[in-house]
T-cell receptor, first 118, second 109 residues
Framework: GAVVSQHPSWVICKSGTSVKIECRSLDFQATTMFWYRQFPKQSLMLMATSNEGSKATYEQGVEKDKFLINHASLTLSTLTVTSAHPEDSSFYIC??????????????FGEGSRLTVL | AQRVTQPEKLLSVFKGAPVELKCNYSYSGSPELFWYVQYSRQRLQLLLRHISRESIKGFTADLNKGETSFHLKKPFAQEEDSAMYYCALRTSGTYKYIFGTGTRLKVLA
């Protein structure tokens, strides 16, 4: 199957700093990637849909100035948590869909990135 | 509003017993449903989708539009089935995926 890789897998930062998380599709081109946030023992909450070459589409209640998404190439989307605060601590997961082909509809997930803001 | 409901947070069964993980959805369009699984310390991965109507690792799920359900079933649970299971709905057009809250399945020896 297709491979999606996230980096870093975990990061600790001080309050007020910004953190960038990368999501790469390793063996396919992803025109669309999705960013999820997962709180402990809770479901994945869709934050935004990242579209290559255009602005991301944010879900209701997600601050676009807080969570900057850039999808500059067909294999890379980045999520930047700006001016991070302890309440931003969470597990962030990206996923991508393989356009067309036999796996159409299947989402491939990254390993996730655990952010801890001190 | 689009919503996926998994009423059970935790389901414990003994090895060899039947398993049914419930999933109900709310969506005005034509639904496309999936089951994703997350084994311990691994990433989420697709288990099965309703379109394929296939059995994966002994699991099956039938889409019941009348009851708006997509329950996951397995006749004889195995210890290696212990994992977190998420039901997901993909919306048409925007291709957004909405996940349920997940059910943790524990298969006891």
């Amino acid at each position: 199957g297709a491979v999606v890789s996230q980096h870093p897998s975990w990061v600790i930062c001080k309050s007020g700093t910004s953190v960038k998380i990368e999501c790469r599709s390793l063996d396919f081109q992803a025109t669309t990637m999705f960013w999820y946030r997962q709180f402990p023992k809770q479901s994945l909450m869709l934050m935004a849909t990242s579209n290559e070459g255009s602005k991301a589409t944010y879900e209701q209640g997600v601050e676009k100035d807080k969570f900057l998404i850039n999808h500059a190439s067909l294999t890379l989307s980045t999520l930047t948590v700006t001016s991070a605060h302890p309440e931003d601590s969470s597990f962030y997961i990206c996923s991508a869909r393989v356009p067309g082909g036999p796996n159409t509809g299947e989402l491939f997930f990254g390993e996730g990135s655990r952010l801890t803001v001190l | 509003a689009q919503r996926v409901t998994q009423p059970e947070k935790l389901l414990s069964v003994f090895k060899g017993a039947p398993v049914e993980l419930k999933c109900n959805y709310s969506y005005s369009g034509s639904p496309e449903l999936f089951w994703y699984v997350q084994y311990s310390r691994q990433r989420l991965q697709l288990l099965l989708r309703h379109i394929s109507r296939e059995s994966i690792k002994g699991f099956t799920a039938d889409l019941n539009k009348g009851e708006t359900s997509f329950h996951l079933k397995k006749p004889f649970a195995q210890e290696e089935d212990s994992a977190m299971y998420y039901c997901a709905l993909r919306t048409s057009g925007t291709y957004k995926y909405i996940f349920g809250t997940g059910t943790r399945l524990k298969v006891l020896a």
